[in-house]
């Protein structure tokens, strides 16, 4: 889909949405898988566009939280 679309575009898009506060995030695909027990445990899938945000918020965020984490001074 992304690649009809255009992924130049599809990004650009988002990230307008993203400026503008505008983004919101969409419906999941929730699926159920089995396990060894007989029992099953549900498995979220984010739409694609949810997960390139997801993906970019914890690039950017990660190494902010990981040198907060890891100094001692504080």
Known sequence: M??????????KELQQELKERSYRVKSICRV?????????EPLVIPC???????TTIKIVLEPNIRSTVLDPTL
């Open 32 to 40: 159920f898988i089995p396990k060894f027990n007989s029992q099953q």
């Open 48 to 54: 694609v566009r949810d997960g390139i945000v997801q």
């Open 2 to 11: 992304v690649e009809e679309y255009g992924e130049i575009r599809y990004l």
